[in-house]
């Protein structure tokens, strides 16, 4: 009499493709279950993020509600709080995980022992890829629109983003003095110099954009000109 074969379960291929990925070991139930959860629970986390950054974009922080987040995120309200203790915490997070990246990849470019302008035009074309061109201005924007009203927020924004940002421009400022491709010290003493047309960027693409379209790249090469010389045709 011959043997039918059952078809094995759904869990069960799961532990096989597992255990593939794990040099033919099959992982435990337990670590295998604890695995799963934390997917699901990085990605309800991500789309949390997600539904915040709508939310605070429509509406400003102090009239977004967290009810609305939870029904764009497609969870319960409840949820939220298992992340984050309240709507202050969630924007830090959402900064921490949308901006201090972005920071950080600009420490490192700060770094690169190359001239001057070419680190500038480096960090430029960073800021327009991943600031302006995303919805991460949204979230400067927001900063800019209720920091007045919310101090905490303006001031963990400025430990976490803005403090580090002018220490690693004024950084690469202070050693292009040194080599003497820049001669005024005022530029680091001062580093909002550098920075401004990219604060300028943001509000304009905010307020204005839709009337009078503003090319950011081409506006802060325009910047590096009046700062360094115009480049002359090689």
Do not use: C
């Not at 939310?55 to 029904?71: I, M, N, T």
């Not at 203790?85 to 022992?113: C, N, W």
């Not at 693409?205 to 009337?211: I, T």
Request: glycine share 6%; net charge positive.
């Amino acid at each position: 009499m011959r043997k039918t074969r059952t078809k094995p379960s759904a869990a069960a291929a799961q532990r096989v493709a597992a255990a593939s990925k794990n040099g033919g070991q099959a992982l435990p139930d337990g670590v295998e279950a604890a695995g799963a959860r934390a997917k699901r629970g990085a990605a309800r986390r991500e789309a949390i993020l997600a539904a915040a950054l709508e939310e605070f974009s429509a509406h400003g922080f102090e009239a977004a509600r967290l009810d609305d987040v939870a029904r764009r995120a497609g969870v319960a309200k409840g949820t939220i709080y298992l992340y984050f203790s309240d709507k202050e915490a969630l924007f830090q997070a959402l900064v921490r995980s949308y901006i201090s990246p972005v920071v950080g990849t600009l420490e490192h470019v700060t770094h690169v022992d190359a001239p001057f302008r070419a680190v500038a035009e480096q960090l430029a074309e960073l800021f327009v890829r991943e600031i302006v061109e995303t919805r991460r201005r949204d979230i400067i924007r927001l900063i800019f629109s209720e920091g007045q009203r919310f101090p905490k927020l303006a001031e963990f924004y400025y430990r976490e983003v803005i403090s580090r940002a002018m220490s690693a421009v004024r950084g690469l400022l202070r050693r292009a003095l040194e080599r003497g491709e820049i001669t005024n010290e005022a530029l680091v003493r001062f580093p909002q110099l550098i920075v401004a047309p990219g604060l300028v960027a943001i509000l304009w693409k905010s307020l204005f954009d839709r009337l009078d379209p503003l090319d950011v790249r081409a506006m802060l090469h325009a910047h590096f000109d009046n700062i360094f010389g115009v480049r002359r045709p090689a």
